[in-house]
C-alpha cells in the first residue's frame, strides 16, 4: 500500500453521471480519496453517509472528496441518488486504480481467502503527493478523523 511521500499515480476514469475523473484534473485541490469493497452494502453505506454528512466541512477545509470501488458506473448511480451523495464516486472496474494504490488484496472470511478491496483513505495535496494514509479503516467517526486531519496539514 502507497504510504505518506509517495506520489499519488494518476488515474482517469468513468464516474457516476456519466463522467470521467483524473487526478491530474484535480490538480491545485487536496483530494480525500477513500477506497470502499461495495456499493449498497452496510459499511460502505454508513462511510459514504457520513463524507456526505460532512460535506460542507470538507468543502470548508478546502478538500474535494472522492470514492472508489469497482463497482460499476450504473451502480454508483444508484447509490449516489439513493443516498444523495455530492461527490463523486469512481468505477475502477479492471482494479487498476486499487491496484496502483496497493489496497487490492488477499482477504479472508470464515476460512475462506479471496481478493477484494482494503477499505482505505488517503489524502492527496494539491501537488499530487500523498500527505496521510489510512490502511484500515474503521467507518464509525472515520470522516470526522480524516477532517481532523485535514485541518492538521
Known sequence: MLEAGNKAPDFNLPTNGGG????????GK???????PKDMTPGCTTEAQDFRDHSKDFDK???????????SVKR???????????????SDEDGTLCEAFGVWVEKTLYGRKYMGIARATFIIDAKGTIR???????????AEDVLVTLKAL
Open 20 to 27: 470521467t475523473l483524473s487526478l491530474k484534473s484535480l490538480k
Open 30 to 36: 487536496t483530494v480525500v480519496l477513500y477506497f470502499y
Open 61 to 71: 477545509a478546502g478538500a474535494v472528496v472522492v470514492g472508489v470501488s469497482k463497482d
Open 76 to 90: 454508483h448511480d444508484n447509490f449516489v441518488e439513493k443516498l444523495s451523495l455530492p461527490f463523486q464516486l469512481v
Open 132 to 142: 496521510h494514509v489510512w490502511p484500515k479503516v474503521k467507518v464509525k467517526g472515520h
